[in-house]
Structure formats: structure tokens, C-alpha cells
């Protein structure tokens, strides 16, 4: 016999009191009759103060030590071999992998619910997901209630064997039940396969690209099934259709599926297109893709400039005139604003030697060898580039390796160049607004940049990015199943997010807010998605989820779920000892009133 709780046996110690106020019988009081006589005949003659000479007496506290006995019992929680039942422990793995569907992941819940419903009072279970332990090893019906409810915290899954590792870390002595529609790797765990095969067609490598001059979207139609099927692909444009074919796919067949853009598709602004799958089967995740295309107009460039903009800067912008990249209009600085309103926050504006307005309104801002919203740290002469940002877009093939400026201002932010006297070039970017500023100019009087090869490429991707990448809070792409957020600050971040999913010709519309200025989008079906803060939109396209296997279901091992235990058996002992010792009380009382004790 072994108890849970062995230092409540110290409540055995209660005997000693309960034999004294047992034994004693307390003072005897001596009251004068007139007669004895008739006492004689009713009561013998005996000693009442002590209780040693009467063995009928001893029931009484045979009784009292028993009740004792009972309820140190109750407290200590014993556990006897062969009488007592032991707890059981379970651990409870539901797959939330891709394959889990919505209504393959609702019968997973709904049999998790029922063995949890036939677990005893004592027994305990731990909850794991595809994201690891939900809920740790419990006797708590609650908790592991609100456990379920959580799920699937994630759609990500680790690999079975390490899911089962896991499993068997959350409570080593317990039983494995694993409810699953993919297969696992043979163990001691017992396998409760949840769904049923499942016909499932997805679209997968969508990918956008240029060939010959022309962009293409491609994809390859997947049939994960053993019958074959008959889908029916779309493109379509901000919801309009441009193409619908028939499609045919026989089993297990992977057949590659495209279609070319006409170049004026993106002439005004950009494309949203969707390539879409008809497929009507449970898992509309990954059967389609959205892609952004920017518009294959050349970005408007502003030079602005006091007098004459320096010729090397003009050159190298002309050169990028002439590929077709740019297109370039000086102007003064004097009507910088008859050129804001005609051009509007669309063009990109380089202000050379020339201080921009203050406030930056919204659009893309390239400042050189002027005062910008960036702060001065002080002046410098003689300094050379030591160090920049590799990973920035405008920095992709551009190296400043011995770039050196006679005279420079040191700036205040973020770097984006730096020499060995400090930031030389720093840059910052919201919602709407992205400007870059260099504490030096870009004329050979000043510096030798204008002068490498790398000058002219700069240009180019500083105008691509200050045009529409810089501008942009949210990534141009993002996979169904995963959460959006904003990259770069919101215009406003109080205000209230207008999200619409475009998914072939249904439109559903939500709003949402941006705590802290944090956006967090759950995107769930591929397409495109609008998002509205205040005055400005961003469009986002949504790739297809990875392609799954619906169509394999593991085999039934293993015990499978437990059975439910009998009421009777899972009644608590301390509500058992509690009849007890009532039952012995009431036995004592009829002792007592029978003159027995």
C-alpha cells in the first residue's frame, strides 16, 4: 500500500485523545434519598468515574478509533495493489499538418472530446499539436478543454518522429494516441486514423517571369489522386476573366499550365491576376495564385536642381532614359510645385543640392548634398566609404569600395553609406513615403562615385525602389495559411485596416486594426488581397499553399481509445469515507441509545 499524501497519517496521533475523553467518565455527584431500595433494585452498585472494568464499554471507542481510522485514510489517499485502480496517463497528439482539412481537423477535435470525456477523475493527459505541447499533463477536464479549443494554434507540423519525441517528453510514463490522416512511423503509440480519401487537384511552382521580352505566369496542375479529374483553369484580372480552359489530368499526372501577358495589360498602373484552378475539391488552399505586376511604364524622375543640375547626374539618368527605365524631367527648384502638380506623388524626385520642401509629403524622395529630414551630425572633410548596406535593394550589384567625397555631411538615422568619419547616406521609409539622403553630392568636385561603374545602377534601382517597393508597407507576396504584416510603419496606425480578398469572382471584405501599428492579416485562401489605410491601398497577391496528399490515411494500431471507466469505480475515497464514518456514527448512536455502551 502506498499513499499520495503519507504526512496526513500523522491524524492517527488523534487516538491518544480520543481513548482519554473515552476513559473518563468525569465527576460522580453524591445526592442524598430518602431511600435506596427501589435504586438497588434498578441499578447494580459500580465505580462510573473509570471505564477500565466494563468490557462493554470498549465498543464505544472501537467505534470512535474506526471513524478516526476512516478519515486519516481519506486524507492520506492510499493506493492498494489489486484494489485501488491507478491512474491512467495519456498523452494526445492531433495532427495539424496541411493535411488535416477543416473537416478532417473538426473530427479530429470531436474524437479528441470523446476520450477525453471517458477519463476517470485521477487520470491525467497531455495535448500536443503540430506546433509542439499545447496543454502539459492534467487531471484538469477544463483545461484541456480550453486546450482543444485552441487548436490548431499553427498550420505548421513538425515531422512525425520528432512529434512523437516531443510526446514522449511531455509525460514519459503515458500511453501515445495519435489522431492523424498521414502516415507515422511504427512505434508503441496507438494510430486513430481521422477522414477519408480525399480527390485533391492543387497548383503548384506558380512563378511570374520574362521570356522573350514578355511576361508569363506558369504553374503546374497537380492531380494527387489515383482516378483522374477534370479541372478547368482560369486568369483572371482584379476579379475580371481574361482566359478559362479546359483541363484534363489523369492520375497522378503533373502537366504545366501558362499564359502570357499583353503588354498593355500593365500599362496604366499594374496587374493583379489570379491563375485559378476549378476544381471544387476540399482544400481551395492550393489551387490558385495571385501575382502583383508593376507597370511596365518608365518610372517619371524630377530633377530638381537650383540652376543647372550637375551634368554627371543628368547623364547617367539619360542613359536610363535611353534603356527606357526612366524618364526623366528637369525642372527648378523655383517650380518644384507646378511639377509636383502635374506629376503628382507617382514620380520620383531628386533634389540636387536643393533642400526639399518640409514636410516630405507622400511619395519617393532621393536628396544629394542638401538639408533633408534627416538631422546633421556635423561637417567632414576627406572621407572615404568604408562600409554600406548590402541588403538593400538600391545596393544589389553596387559596391563603393575606394568611393571617397572631399567634403561630406555626417547624418543622423538608419546608414545607408558609411565612411570612417560616420554615416554619409542615410534613408527611411513608411507607408506612402521613402526617401534617401546623402550628406554629400554626387558632383566630381565633391566625390569620385559618379565615376564608377556602379553609379548608374544605383540610379536605377534607388528610382525602381523610391517608386513603388519603398512606398509599400506590406510584402508584394505572401502564402494562403500564413499571417501578413506590415514591413514598414503605417501612414496611420490608428486607423482602421479595410482588407479584401479577391478569390476568382467572390469578394469577401473585413476590417481590422493595427495595435501598436502592427498589422496581422490571417490569409487563408490564395488570390489577391486590397488593403485600405485611410487615403492609400496596397495590393498583395496570395501563392497557393503547398500541394498535399489527401488521398492516403495511416492504418488503424494500437489499443486505440480507452474505455470509460464505471461510475461506481471512479467515485473519490474521501466521499466513501465519508458514508463510513457517518454509518459508524450512526451505529455508535444506536449502541448508545440501546444502553450497550
Known amino acids: 500500500m502506498t499513499f499520495a499524501r503519507p504526512e496526513a497519517l500523522w491524524l492517527l496521533a488523534l487516538a491518544g485523545p480520543v481513548v482519554l475523553a473515552h476513559l473518563f467518565r468525569g465527576r460522580v455527584r453524591l445526592l442524598e434519598v430518602p431511600a435506596l431500595f427501589l435504586w438497588e433494585q434498578v441499578l447494580p452498585a459500580e465505580d462510573m468515574r473509570w471505564g477500565f472494568r466494563q468490557v462493554r ?14 478519515l486519516t485514510s481519506a486524507v492520506a489517499d492510499p493506493t492498494v495493489p489489486g484494489l485501488t485502480r491507478a491512474p491512467r496517463r495519456f498523452v494526445l497528439v492531433l495532427d495539424t499538418s496541411r493535411e488535416m482539412t477543416a473537416e478532417r481537423l473538426a473530427e479530429a477535435k470531436s474524437r479528441a472530446r470523446e476520450f477525453l470525456a471517458r477519463l476517470a477523475r485521477t487520470d491525467t493527459a497531455a495535448i500536443v499539436d503540430g506546433s509542439g505541447v499545447v496543454e502539459p499533463a492534467t487531471d484538469h477536464a477544463e483545461r484541456r478543454d480550453r486546450a482543444l479549443e485552441r487548436l490548431p494554434r499553427t498550420r505548421t507540423a513538425l515531422d512525425p518522429a520528432v512529434l512523437l519525441e516531443e510526446a514522449r517528453a511531455a509525460d514519459p510514463s503515458a500511453a501515445l ?6 502516415p507515422w512511423p511504427s512505434g508503441d503509440h496507438s494510430m486513430v486514423p481521422i477522414g477519408k480519401p480525399i480527390v485533391n487537384v492543387a497548383l503548384a511552382d506558380a512563378r511570374i517571369g520574362l521570356e522573350g521580352g514578355r511576361h508569363w505566369i506558369r504553374g503546374t496542375a497537380v492531380n494527387l489522386s489515383d482516378a483522374p479529374v477534370e479541372v478547368r483553369l ?22 504545366e499550365v501558362g499564359y502570357q501577358l499583353d503588354p498593355d495589360i500593365t500599362a496604366e498602373k499594374f496587374a493583379a491576376l489570379e491563375l485559378r484552378l476549378r476544381t471544387g475539391d476540399p482544400r481551395p488552399e492550393d489551387d490558385a495564385a495571385g501575382f502583383i505586376i508593376p507597370s511596365a511604364k518608365p518610372v517619371i524622375v524630377v530633377l530638381v536642381a537650383a540652376s543647372d543640375p550637375d551634368q554627371h547626374l543628368l547623364g547617367a539618368l539619360e542613359v536610363l532614359e535611353q534603356a527606357r527605365v526612366i524618364r526623366v524631367e528637369p525642372t527648378k527648384a523655383s517650380a518644384f510645385e507646378s511639377a509636383r502638380a502635374k506629376f503628382g506623388k507617382g514620380a520620383v524626385y531628386i533634389f540636387d543640392r536643393v533642400a526639399p520642401p518640409k514636410p516630405l509629403m507622400d511619395g519617393g524622395y532621393l536628396i544629394v548634398g542638401a ?27 553596387v559596391d563603393y569600395t575606394d568611393v571617397k567625397a572631399s567634403r561630406a555631411v555626417v547624418l543622423k538615422g538608419e546608414p545607408l553609406v558609411t565612411s570612417d568619419r560616420g554615416p554619409v547616406a542615410v534613408w527611411s521609409r513608411r507607408q506612402g513615403l521613402a526617401w534617401i539622403q546623402f550628406g554629400f553630392s554626387f558632383g566630381v568636385e565633391t566625390g569620385d562615385f559618379v565615376l564608377t561603374p556602379s553609379f548608374p545602377v544605383f540610379l536605377r534601382h534607388t528610382a525602381q525602389w523610391l517608386a513603388e517597393e519603398g512606398r509599400r508597407a506590406f510584402p508584394r507576396t505572401v502564402r494562403a495559411g500564413e499571417v501578413l504584416s506590415n514591413l514598414a510603419p503605417l501612414a496611420d496606425p490608428e486607423a482602421e485596416l479595410k482588407v479584401t480578398e479577391l478569390c476568382g469572382d467572390e469578394v469577401r471584405s473585413r476590417s481590422l486594426l493595427a495595435p501598436s501599428g502592427e498589422a496581422r492579416i490571417p490569409v487563408e485562401r490564395p488570390g489577391l488581397l486590397k488593403i485600405e489605410v485611410g487615403t492609400l491601398d496596397e495590393w498583395v497577391g496570395v501563392t497557393g499553399a503547398e500541394p498535399v496528399d489527401l488521398s492516403s490515411l495511416p492504418k488503424e494500431s494500437g489499443p486505440g481509445l480507452p474505455e470509460a471507466i ?18 459508524l456514527l450512526a451505529i455508535e ?8 455502551i
Open 566 to 583: 464505471p461510475w461506481w469505480k471512479d467515485l473519490p475515497w474521501i466521499l466513501v469515507a465519508s458514508a463510513l464514518v457517518i454509518v
Open 589 to 596: 448512536w444506536v449502541l448508545f441509545q440501546r444502553g450497550w
Open 177 to 182: 494516441i495519435v489522431l492523424s490522416c498521414r
Open 234 to 255: 482560369d486568369v483572371l484580372n482584379r476579379s475580371v476573366p481574361l482566359r478559362s480552359d479546359p483541363i484534363r489530368l489523369a492520375a497522378r499526372e503533373r502537366k
Open 57 to 70: 464499554h470498549l465498543a464505544g471507542l472501537l467505534v470512535a478509533l474506526l471513524a478516526l481510522a476512516v
Open 371 to 397: 538639408d533633408g529630414p534627416a538631422p546633421r551630425a556635423r561637417i567632414v572633410e576627406g572621407v572615404k566609404v568604408v562600409d554600406w548596406d548590402r541588403d538593400a535593394a538600391v545596393h544589389r550589384w
